[in-house]
């Protein structure tokens, strides 16, 4: 079955960590960059980090230095881990794959992060 599954949601105090695991299943991972979104409500899904398959990451400036991405090819699995957690991080984060070789995109189901104290 092709599909994305997300996990590790949740909710962290400011100041806490969280760490995101995806886990892909029917595609074929190397070829995949994959990246990591977040949305709230009434807004458009943010790119926050992409990981390619030889393992540079990016990452948007909102959470550089806070946040790592990291990929694990031999399990089809990507990573985020989310330290120093803010307000404004509060959101459903999605995993996706984007094949380079066609241009098409996989959307896991998403998982949601709670910032509160």
């Known amino acids: 079955q092709v599909q994305l599954v997300e996990s590790g949601g949740g909710l962290a105090q400011p100041g806490g960590s969280l760490r995101l695991s995806c886990a892909a299943s029917?595609?074929?991972?190397?070829?995949?960059?994959m990246r990591w979104y977040r949305q709230t409500l009434g807004n458009a899904r943010e790119l926050v980090a992409r990981?390619?398959?030889?393992?540079?990451?990016s990452y948007a400036d909102s959470v550089e230095r806070r946040f790592t991405i990291t990929r694990d090819n031999s399990k089809s699995k990507v990573y985020l881990q989310m330290n120093s957690l803010e307000h404004e991080d509060k959101a459903i984060y999605y995993c996706?794959?984007?094949?380079?070789?066609?241009?098409?995109?996989?959307w896991g189901q998403g998982t949601q992060v709670t910032v509160s104290s």
């Open positions: 990981i390619s398959s030889g393992g540079g990451p």
């Open positions: 996706n794959a984007h094949d380079y070789r066609d241009g098409s995109d996989l």
């Open positions: 029917g595609i074929i991972f190397a070829y995949n960059v």
